[in-house]
Each structure stands twice: as C-alpha cells, then as structure tokens.
C-alpha cells in the first residue's frame, strides 16, 4: 500500500490579487503527511487570454518582479484551459489522498486540509475558477502567514525565504518555513 497525503500544499500565480478579475496562471501543489515529507507533486500552466495579462500584469509589483512576469507569459501559449487543469488537480487528489487522511466536515464528508502561504487568498480563486476541486476542499486551512505574523511580531524571529513568484518555488518556501517555525516548539 502506497503512502497517502494529508495535506495539500498549493500555490497559485495570478495576473494580480483581485478575484474574478485576474485569473489564476500558474498551479502547484504538493501532498505531504503530517511530518511535512513530500508524497506528490503537481504543476500547470492555464493558458489565459494574452490582452487579460498586458492588462492586469502591470505596475509596481510586476515592474519590481519582471523575471517572474516574462516567464509567466512566455509559458502562456503552453497552457491548458482552467477547467483540464482543475480535473488534474482532482486526478492528483484521488491518487494521493485516502479516505481516512482527509478530515471529516460537519456533515461526515470527508474533505481535504488546503495548507499555504496566505492561503486565503489562493482559496478565493480556486473558489471562483475551479468550484470541483473547491467542494473537496475543507474549510480549515494551514496558512504559514499565521506563524510568520506570529513569529515576528512577537518573537523578532524572521524567515528568510526568497521571493521568487513562481508556483513550485513559492510552495516548497513555504513547507521548509513551517518546518522552521516548527523547529522553535522541540
């Protein structure tokens, strides 16, 4: 019997911050057990329209990080549309996850704990853009922005995590920042 997941891990790289208006262009996600060790990894590429980019990819932060915008658009013409992408999410999910890993909502359905950094705003998308993988989704989540709050507003202690605005980079930053945050409570 293979190792099953018990966290989901994802990561989302979109035209901006604002739901419904930008879209999602880049996905990872990664399946780790409690211990935090990879089990699985997953990434895509949603291919959106190229106006909706030169649009929306603009201004201070896409100015202060123009290596990850140009690679985000050079990929663009490689991507799939947003719904193949959610059905390999939901794929990756059946072959990773089993029953007993995935917390019990209310109502005894079994549903995925969804883990990131400032996980929130990643669920908002996926909410909106991919409402299949949303509805297996629990509505708890472990959001690594808690402990950083947490960490550096009252302990002075900082991660030093590189800011590289790319899906699979982004999510594997933030497990080994759990697992340094997790290193003060031996």
């Known amino acids: 019997m293979s190792k099953k997941a018990t966290l989901l891990w994802i990561d989302l ?6 739901p419904g208006k930008d879209k999602i262009l880049e996905v990872a996600a990664i399946a ?24 929306r990819m603009v201004g ?11 690679a985000l658009i050079a990929q ?18 059946t072959a990773n996850f089993a029953k007993q890993s995935i917390a019990d909502d209310e109502k005894g359905k ?21 409402p299949e993988l949303a509805e297996r989704l629990h509505y708890r989540m472990l959001d690594v922005s808690a402990w950083k ?12 995590k590189p800011e590289v605005h790319r899906a699979l980079d982004d999510i594997e930053g ?9 290193t003060f409570m031996k």
């Open 13 to 18: 790289e979109m035209t901006g911050l604002i």
């Open 32 to 55: 780790t057990d409690w211990k935090l060790d990879q089990i699985a990894e997953y990434t895509g590429i949603v291919k959106v329209p190229e106006n909706l980019m030169s649009e």
């Open 60 to 70: 201070p932060f896409w100015e202060k990080n123009s290596d990850s915008r140009d």
């Open 76 to 93: 663009n013409t490689s991507g799939k549309p947003v719904k193949e992408i959610e059905k390999e999410l939901l794929e990756f999910i």
């Open 110 to 130: 079994g549903k995925i704990i969804l883990a990131g950094n400032s996980i929130h705003q990643d669920r908002k998308f996926i909410d909106i853009e991919m």
């Open 149 to 160: 709050v947490y960490f550096e507003g009252a302990l002075g202690k900082k991660f030093l």
């Open 174 to 182: 933030s497990i080994e920042e759990l697992k340094w945050y997790l």
